[in-house]
């Protein structure tokens, strides 16, 4: 009888060289998207991807966010779903919602971006990072409706020379939202007043060359402009018949908080509503509005009240 060591050899070095193969699609795929090879990340990502062995969340997330810097946001959005369907690994659940809600904020879906963000957010509530990008969401939405705010700045994240703004709201959004052509964001340390203009002096993360953002206000009454612009996100805000991610940016446009402000955000009936409500409440209010979301038994709500310090005392 012949030895069937040769054969077990020959399948055994075959397995390897496929092993070593699949290793190689991977390492050349991080290799293309660190350098901004994109398309060539996505090739050698779905060719690792197509191997039993691969079938892991960090290949989907990787081909999501390459997608994602190409601009194509419906591949994309499937490619962020594939990744949440498998178990949270590393915090990739956290950054995949991240990912998903950015991206149908990029393709001017509110309303998606909201319920992504909000769904992950309520069983989180000590995730400042999605806690942000919820807040970014409902004044994208707040701002673009309802102050004409050009969602070109939203759509379009690449800094730009200028941008027109008629808030101090709109101007720290915008420079959240900007990044460089690496998708890496903007990150200020000083400002100059100019007239009725601020140039915003920082870096990117990934660059050393200070770069500036020059903001320009349109209004040239400022104290008049945020006594109206105030009366405005409270008309809005308790104005049931628009959607909930719009007057919720009316609410994130009126903090922080004071009592009166606290008290007409607690009469709205939602409960996501109360929910932000609770979780942004500051120390300095009044206890009579604490105590409504101490006692508001509801487990969101009990959630934000465990996770605010103001509460604490």
């Given at each position: 009888m012949k030895s069937l060591l040769p054969i077990y050899f020959v399948l055994f070095s075959s397995f390897l060289a496929t092993i070593h193969g699949q290793e190689a699609h991977w390492e050349?795929?991080?290799?293309?998207?660190?350098?901004?090879?994109?398309?060539?990340?996505?090739?050698?990502?779905?060719?690792?991807?197509t191997t039993i062995a691969a079938q892991q969340p960090s290949t989907q997330f990787h081909i999501a966010k390459a997608y994602y810097h190409l601009h194509q946001l419906d591949s994309a959005i499937h490619y962020y779903e594939k990744t949440l369907q498998f178990d949270n690994i590393?915090?990739?659940?956290?950054?995949?919602?991240?990912?998903?809600?950015?991206?149908?904020?990029?393709?001017?879906?509110?309303?998606?971006?909201?319920?992504?963000a909000l769904t992950y957010l309520q069983d989180n509530p000590d995730d400042e990072a999605v806690r942000t990008e919820f807040q970014d969401?409902?004044?994208w939405a707040y701002?673009?409706?309802?102050?004409?705010?050009?969602?070109?700045?939203l759509t379009n994240y690449i800094k730009k020379p200028s941008y027109i703004i008629n808030s101090v709201a709109a101007q720290k959004l915008i420079a959240r939202n900007v990044r460089n052509e690496a998708g890496y964001k903007f990150d200020s340390d000083r400002l100059e007043q100019i007239g009725l203009a601020q140039r915003w002096?920082?870096?990117?993360y990934n660059e050393t060359k200070e770069q500036s953002i020059h903001f320009i206000f349109i209004d040239p009454d400022l104290i008049e402009s945020v006594r109206e612009q105030e009366k405005k996100a409270?008309?809005?805000?308790?104005?049931?018949?628009l959607p909930i991610y719009e007057r919720?940016?009316?609410?994130?446009?009126?903090?922080?908080?004071n009592d009166k402000?606290?008290?007409?955000?607690?009469?709205?009936?939602?409960?996501?509503f109360r929910f932000c409500t609770c979780l942004e409440t500051p120390d300095y209010v009044a206890k009579r509005y604490k105590k409504k979301c101490i006692k508001d038994k509801r487990s969101i709500i009990q959630a934000a009240v465990n996770q605010n310090t103001a509460f604490a005392n």
């Open positions: 050349n795929g991080i290799q293309s998207f660190e350098s901004a090879n994109y398309k060539a990340a996505i090739a050698n990502f779905k060719q690792y991807e590393n915090r990739i659940n956290q950054r995949c919602i991240l990912g998903l809600s950015r991206a149908y904020l990029q393709k001017g879906d509110f309303e998606s971006a909201y319920k992504t969401i409902c004044l701002l673009i409706k309802h102050h004409h705010l050009n969602p070109e700045y002096y920082g870096t990117f409270s008309e809005i805000m308790t104005n049931g018949t919720l940016g009316a609410f994130y446009f009126l903090t922080p908080l402000k606290m008290n007409l955000a607690l009469e709205q009936k939602e409960e996501t």
